[in-house]
């Protein structure tokens, strides 16, 4: 509601004067034609990143690494993920990795207390870390220690951490968020889910193979590395610029 209110105070001067809209992501471009902006006016360009090429070991199997990044907040419902963890019936490890945040000023807090409180309820202690807040060096190796990622989130405009874990070369199990709809290929990069525990809790046993996860980590990260790399990104904004 304060949102909406802001809008109608300002008549959403500034983006309709502005010449062009720059979004990062397909969902992103819808939400800026709901907003009202013309269609001519947006321009997709995405955060870039740098790839690294990572050999992952193809050894057999022993215990799936689970990941999931990001702001502790509601709106991620960790909570499917826990529930779907729980119905697994094989050796797994289910890091979080992130600090509890408000998403907005009327969000109620104690969400990740709530976390670990239902991690107990559903005998998970042995099999989930919850690791807090982590430097961009100490994701980097989380990342790398990880087979898969998994993000039931309910909104995200872009979703930084879904790029990032794409280009350390792990398949995605996502919601239709962000940049999942951009870089999820399905079946073939990752898969992009509802949201129900059960479909989650499929979708990880799916990705049992450790070929298959190497394989589908290879083809995502190339994506990644073909359309999201810095130099790529900084020409679309030049020729944007020269173009107004």
């Known amino acids: 509601m304060p949102y909406h209110l802001y809008d109608i105070a300002t008549l959403k001067t500034s983006a309709k004067r502005a010449q062009a809209i720059i979004v990062s992501s397909k969902f992103e471009y819808e939400d800026a034609l709901e907003f009202g902006i013309a269609k001519d006016k947006i321009h997709i360009i995405p955060m870039g990143i ?101 993000y039931p989130s309910l909104y995200e405009n872009f979703g930084q951490p879904l790029l990032e874990a794409a280009a350390h070369g792990l398949p995605l199990i996502s919601t239709s968020v962000g940049i999942a709809r951009d870089i999820i290929i399905e079946g073939e990069t990752g898969f992009q889910i509802s949201g129900k525990p059960e479909e989650i809790k499929e979708r990880i046993e799916s990705l049992r193979n450790s070929n298959l996860r190497l394989q589908m980590g290879r083809r995502i990260q190339n994506e990644v590395k073909n359309r999201f790399d810095w130099g790529n990104i900084m020409n679309q904004y030049t020729n944007l610029y020269r173009s107004l």
């Open 50 to 150: 740098e790839v690294e090429r990572i050999k992952k070991d193809q050894s057999v199997f022993e215990q799936m690494q689970i990941l999931f990044v990001g702001r502790i907040a509601r709106v991620r419902r960790i909570e499917l993920l826990l529930q779907a963890a729980s119905q697994l019936n094989f050796p797994f490890h289910l890091t979080i990795a992130g600090g509890e945040e408000k998403t907005s000023s009327v969000t109620r807090t104690g969400y990740l207390n709530e976390l670990t409180q239902l991690t107990k309820q559903l005998n998970l202690e042995n099999k989930v870390t919850f690791v807090g807040k982590k430097t961009p060096l100490e994701l980097k190796t989380i990342y790398q220690s990880a087979d898969i990622f998994v």
